[in-house]
Each structure stands twice: as C-alpha cells, then as structure tokens.
C-alpha cells in the first residue's frame, strides 16, 4: 500500500500542470483585450460617435446647411442656432454635421485605397527583385515632396471636388505604406518556410497570398489609422487655403476658411469645427496606437 501511494502521488515539488502549458494556451476575449489596451476603446467609441453623427445628421436637428439668411448673419450660440450663425446667416450647427461627413469620407477612403496600391506596390517590389529598383525610386520621388505641396500641385491641375481631394491626398500617402509592405516583405522573403514553399515549387502568387500577404495585415492597420487621420488634416488645410472641396460643400476646413476673417469677434465659427477635426484626428491616432500594441508580438502577451 505504501508503494502504490507513493507511485500515484506526485512529488510536492513537482509543477503544476498550468504551469507546464505554454503561454500561447492561454487566451482571452475581447473584453481582456480592452482591458489591456483602453486606448481602443476611447478611440473606437469617439470614432463610433462621429460616425453616426455623419450618418444621421439629417435627423439630428439639422436644417439645410447652405440656406443663406442674411437677416440671421452672425448669431451668437442660442437655443434657435446652438453653435450659432455665420456672415451669411448659415446654421454653423448644421453645416458642422454635415461637414462630418466630408471629412469621414475623404479619410476612409484615402486609407482605403492607398492600403491597397501600396500593399501591392510593396508586394512586387519586395519579392520580385528585378522591380524592386524601380518602383522604389518612383516611391522615393513621390515622398521627397511634402504631402500637402504634392496635393495642392495636383488640384491645381483639376477643379475642386471630393473625388479629386481623395485622388490627390491617395497619391501622396501610397508610398508611405509601399514601403512599409517592403520591409516586412523583405524580412519574410528569407524565412525557411517561404524558402521550403519555392523549393517545393508552389508558384509565387500562391506563395505571396498564403504565406506574405497575412503578415503584413497587422502594420497595414495601424498604418491606414494614420494616413485616415492624415488625410483629414490635409483635406481640411486643402479647404482652408482654397484649393480642396467647393464652398459651396460644408467642411471643417470651409467653415474655418469662411470664419477666419470674424475670429477676433466670433471665434465661434473657426473654434467648433477646430474641436470636431481635433477630436476625429485624436479618435484615430488613439486607435492606431491600441492597434499598435495589441498586434504586436512582444507586447500581446498571454493572448
């Protein structure tokens, strides 16, 4: 009896079975990820609440944001005009709304469309290598120019439109993640598991889809929450020098364009937009930064 209890009973210090478990077992929710990273959450309710402000700014009690009221030029906030009236007589309330619109639009889709020419850019410039030379230097000219001076050259040569905004502001930020793509694809390339792949003879855009392109989705994103809070910026210094939408279209950087010459006795008109694009700009840069380290190996620790 003796020596069958001491064949069944472990010794006292032996380790947990917990312990012997890799950390890679143990995961947690979404809820532990938030817990870990709030900036996530601060950043992606702000962006939530202005995303629906965008959304339903007709049923927000708006009125149209272009009537023009002369008799109504330059309120003071009220019950009647909350956020008060502009030289015009436009509802600064309304067109703040509806000018959340434009700016979510033009940043969304910049970092949209310039994630994925860039991911393909930095695709076939980092695993084909005779492209590489290339396209990098073509990427290289584009980013020895500021973004803001690219984007004002090339709506100089077109009218002004949101289309146009979102092309010109794409061009600029494409290189930014054409070779961020590159050195990630770089690195990968020499792994042995790409290596076992091209000895195996699996073709290369089998290769490039199954094995390089869902490496580079972690640092695209965080890289697409940057460019969607650039673009935003550079939409709304489009608007206020001149050169980005219509006036006739309610932005941020219009109303602020329109109320520069009143800020010394309405600062009203250029602080509450001021607010909304800051906010925005904060919203993004938080998320993008609780991306950051939740996508990154050494930080996610226990997941």
Not at 77 to 84: A, M, N, T, V
Not at 198 to 209: A, D, E, H, K, N
Request: proline content about 8%; glycine content about 8%; hydrophobic content about 50%.
């Amino acid at each position: 009896m003796q020596v069958q209890k001491a064949v069944s009973d472990p010794p006292s210090h032996a380790p947990a079975l917990t312990e012997l478990l890799p950390p890679v077992v143990r995961r947690t929710g979404w809820r532990g990820h938030l817990r870990r990273h709030p900036t996530i959450a601060i950043g992606g309710g702000l962006l939530l609440i202005l995303l629906l402000i965008g959304i339903f700014a007709p049923w927000l009690g708006t009125v149209d944001p272009s009537v023009i009221a002369p008799a109504r030029r330059t309120r003071a906030p009220s019950l009647e005009h909350w956020f008060g009236t502009d030289m015009l007589g436009r509802d600064v309330y309304s067109r703040v709304l509806w000018g959340t619109r434009v700016s979510l639009i033009v940043g969304f889709s910049v970092a949209l469309i310039a994630t994925a020419a860039g991911l393909a850019i930095g695709l076939l410039s980092g695993f084909v290598r005779w492209a590489d030379g290339p396209v990098m230097r073509s990427m290289d000219a584009l980013m020895s120019i500021p973004p803001i001076l690219l984007a004002i050259a090339l709506m100089a040569l077109t009218r002004g439109s949101i289309g146009n905004v979102i092309i010109a502001i794409t061009i600029a930020e494409i290189p930014r993640v054409a070779r961020l793509v590159r050195g990630v694809v770089l690195s990968l390339r020499e792994q042995a598991y790409v290596d076992a792949a091209i000895t195996t003879g699996t073709p290369t855009l089998r290769i490039i889809w199954r094995h390089i392109m869902p490496n580079t989705v972690a640092p695209m994103m965080v890289q697409a929450t940057y460019i969607c809070a650039s673009a935003m910026i550079i939409e709304a210094m489009l608007s206020f020098i001149g050169a980005g939408i219509p006036p006739s279209t309610p932005s941020w950087g219009n109303i602020m364009a329109e109320g520069r010459a009143l800020w010394q006795v309405k600062p009203y008109i250029v602080f509450i937009p001021a607010v909304f694009l800051s906010l925005t700009v904060l919203a993004i840069n938080l998320l993008g930064d609780g991306l950051r380290d939740a996508l990154d190996p050494r930080l996610a620790k226990g997941i």
